[in-house]
């Protein structure tokens, strides 16, 4: 079984940063893909971000050069780093493993934290 503590979110101004932190328990953080996901108000949750067990990286379009994923798998650690946030970024944003395609069964896999609210608004 696997936790996940997310952190980091808050109210910023359009054009501002965040960096989003998750915390991991368990002990076999490293071996899975990783991702942050979003559910804005009155839609569907949706990964923007992940990580692969070896580094890789993938973007959603609407988030590309904006966001970057990383991960520190000796702390159990999963990071977000949004600049240039825009209003439609607004969302609570939430961490969980990543099987390369929402149906994947490590995709999910376990229960979802409580996420942090990133709220961007002038």
């Known amino acids: 079984q696997v936790q996940f503590v997310e952190s980091g979110g808050g109210l910023v101004q359009p054009g501002g940063s965040l960096r989003l932190s998750c915390a991991a328990s368990?002990?076999?953080?490293?071996?899975?893909?990783m991702g942050w996901y979003r559910q804005a108000p009155r839609k569907q949750r949706e990964l923007v971000a992940s990580?692969?067990?070896?580094?890789?990286?993938n973007y959603v379009d609407s988030v590309k050069g904006r966001f970057t994923i990383s991960r520190d798998n000796a702390k159990k650690m999963l990071y977000l780093q949004m600049n240039s946030l825009k209003t439609e970024d607004t969302a609570v944003y939430y961490c969980?493993?990543?099987?390369?395609?929402?149906?994947?069964?490590?995709?999910?896999?376990?229960?979802w934290g409580q996420g942090t609210q990133v709220t961007v608004s002038s």
């Open positions: 969980n493993t990543w099987g390369g395609t929402p149906s994947s069964p490590l995709s999910g896999l376990w229960s």
């Open positions: 368990g002990r076999i953080f490293s071996i899975y893909g």
């Open positions: 990580i692969s067990s070896g580094g890789g990286t």
